[in-house]
């Protein structure tokens, strides 16, 4: 699709099918494509409408895929958020009218995520059928499920309606992005499992596609704004020492800024607070045996930044009204080419100055506010289209120029996590809430479309009232960092938290390529517990965590999925605490599958915030 991304596969993967619809009284067509990947149950369908008429029309409204369902009951999935709450899972039955889900705001946002799914109503995570959408895109959308007078469902992902009306001159084409759908009669964890798979093997691409990820510490809730490049270095120092393979400099590093007040725009290296050059600090950490990354925002200014005063009209912002300011921050208006030239330049000459730097998080910390492009002056209904076109074009300009250079997608958190951002990044910072007991629920709303290795989880020092054991088995069950200072652990912490990245290492292939299966939700219990499986059935990494389990109560065993029942497993008991003994009655046991998963293992405890991470692995 021209200047959007979709699905990509092999002829022999993959077949499409184009219907076109000609609207015979003005001649408009409405081009619909279907991508049949069949070997993963998945379908794409985009649409593009072309102006075949001899005048100018106007699109109002487009969506990309449309179910129909002339029968059935069905309950709906969505998940909704806000800042550091993101991807709460809401399931309600489909009822006569309309429900709607969008977003207005620029990007896809934490409010809502652009996926629906549509459940059978005794449908659960291991049986039922279901529906999956999935919009590839970052921009506003709008998914809608409506029920008619007579019972019909109708399943609705495309454009967001509110602000667009997109105007085409004769023989222009409007391009929609693409819609993923999956369906499945074997309950969510297969549609996930569907879903993962699309997005490991026909959307992700480059070395990353593949490659073992790094595992980071990052200095933001180390250090937050306030550090020298000593600072810096020690830390490094001190996740050498835990076998972490990167140190990550966020925000801070640049122009005029020691809060968040400032310096948005002014990219060049803030010598005087590191006290040494940027490649002095780089080269200093490589030495050290460890890579650097670094964070940027480039799409958003500071109005207080040599950037706004020089180049206002590069701002979204209304001309004679109060400016209404998101974080102190405005967004870059990426319509402009211009301002794509220039957003492009941040990232080129960050790397042609500091070319042994491995790894960037990119940050875009505002919605779209006071909402008026400079730039395209009278033609503001195109603003939301061509804003989110220029920031794809500068994306695909960084992953051509820099192929190999992993980035992290952050957006206050987990504002823009879509299947689309997956194209050009290698992993979404999913929130800034990284209390290990909220997290057990955003990963389990993102675990519904993305896969682990998209998903990055820090271990950090909210919610101290939990163990490090805790905090880190937490977030072991995603792409694994720190976001710590080291200095805060004492002896046995480090330990345990030497010999957690040593497992995690070892396990990662298990965790980040593997199936999951969801077994027990933190929503209906006070417990939860998912299980990763490798393709050839013979490595399973399973966590099981007790939330806040009521006094007294009686505890139940947990059945595993996905393994070979004809296979026996060893059971051994992981990540423990210097001289913790593990309490699991199958420790170092043999089973077999079917047993596992038949009769299950009692994992679970009514201690409050304790955690399991338990190995299992073939014998022969
Ligand atoms: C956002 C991100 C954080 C951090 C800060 C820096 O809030 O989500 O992880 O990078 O910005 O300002």
């Known amino acids: 699709l021209p200047g959007l991304p979709a699905v990509y596969a092999d002829n022999d993967e993959a077949q499409t099918l184009e219907i076109v619809l000609e609207d015979s009284a003005t001649g408009v067509e409405a081009m619909l494509l279907y991508g049949v990947l069949p070997e993963l149950d998945i379908i794409t369908r985009s649409v593009y409408v072309r102006n075949q008429s001899s005048e100018k029309i106007y699109v109002n409204k487009v969506m990309s895929a449309e179910l129909d369902f002339l029968y059935g009951d069905y309950d709906l999935l969505t998940f909704y958020g806000r800042h550091a709450m993101e991807r709460n899972l809401q399931r309600v039955p489909v009822v006569h009218g309309s429900q709607m889900i969008g977003s207005v705001r620029g990007t896809s946002s934490h409010q809502y995520n652009p996926m629906m799914i549509l459940a059978e109503k005794d449908t659960t995570e291991d049986h039922g059928g279901c529906y999956a959408m999935s919009f590839v895109y970052s921009g506003n959308f709008q998914g809608e499920v409506l029920k008619d007078q007579y019972n019909q469902t109708r399943m609705l992902l495309g454009v967001q309606e509110e602000c667009f009306r997109y105007p085409l001159e004769a023989g222009e084409t409007f391009y929609a992005p693409e819609v993923i759908l999956s369906y499945t009669d074997q309950g969510m964890n297969r549609l996930s499992q569907n879903l993962h798979s699309c997005i490991r093997h026909h959307i992700c691409r480059g070395k990353y596609k593949t490659a073992i ?43 005029k800024r020691d809060d968040d007040n400032s310096g948005l725009g002014d990219w060049y290296v803030n010598e005087k607070k590191l006290g040494e050059t940027l490649g002095g600090l780089v080269k200093r950490v490589n030495d050290l045996g460890v890579k650097f990354g670094i964070w940027i925002e480039p799409e958003m200014v500071n109005p207080k930044s040599e950037l706004f005063e020089k180049h206002p009209d ?6 004679n009204r109060e400016t209404y300011y998101y974080r102190n921050q405005l967004v870059l208006d990426l319509s402009n080419p211009k301002v794509q030239d220039y957003v492009f330049s941040v990232v080129d000459n960050i790397m042609t100055e500091n070319p042994d730097l491995a790894f960037f998080k990119w940050d875009c910390n505002s919605p779209i506010t006071n909402v008026y492009s400079p730039y395209l002056k009278e033609k503001q209904n195109q603003l939301y289209i061509d804003h989110v076109r220029g920031v794809y074009n500068v994306f695909k300009r960084v992953a051509e120029k820099y192929p190999h250079l992993p980035i992290m997608l952050c957006s206050g958190g987990g504002a823009r996590c879509d299947y689309e951002a997956l194209k050009y990044f290698t992993e979404f910072w999913c929130s800034d809430n990284t209390d ?23 271990v950090t020092s909210w919610n101290k009232n939990t163990s490090i054991k805790f905090r880190t088995d937490v977030a072991m069950m995603c792409k694994m960092g720190f976001d710590i200072s080291l200095k805060e652990m004492n002896e046995d912490e480090m330990k345990y938290c030497q010999e957690a990245v040593a497992n995690y290492k070892r396990l990662k292939g298990t965790i980040l390529d593997g199936d999951l299966y969801r077994l027990v939700s933190p929503y209906d219990t006070n417990h939860s517990s998912v299980m990763y499986v490798d393709k050839a059935k013979s490595k399973s990494v399973l966590f099981a965590y007790d939330i806040h389990p009521r006094f007294g109560e009686k505890t139940f065993p947990v059945k595993l999925q996905g393994l070979d029942p004809n296979k026996k497993y060893k059971v051994q008991e992981i990540n423990l605490m210097p001289g913790q003994k593990s309490t699991l009655v199958t420790d170092g046991g043999t089973f077999s599958g079917d047993f596992l998963m038949k009769i299950g293992m009692n994992v679970f405890s009514t201690a409050h915030a304790r955690s399991k991470v338990i190995e299992l692995t073939e014998v022969h």
């Open 213 to 255: 990820r790094p595992v980071l510490v990052n200095s933001w809730e180390a250090a937050y704004f306030d550090f020298t490049g000593e600072t810096l270095y020690n830390l490094a120092k001190e996740a050498k020492s835990l076998g972490i393979d990167m140190l990550v400099l966020d925000d801070g590093w640049f122009g």
């Open 436 to 458: 290990p007991i909220e997290r057990l629920y955003i990963q389990w709303g993102f675990s519904q479309f993305f896969p682990a290795k998209a998903m990055c989880a820090h």
């Open 314 to 319: 590069w701002a979204i912002h209304l001309p």
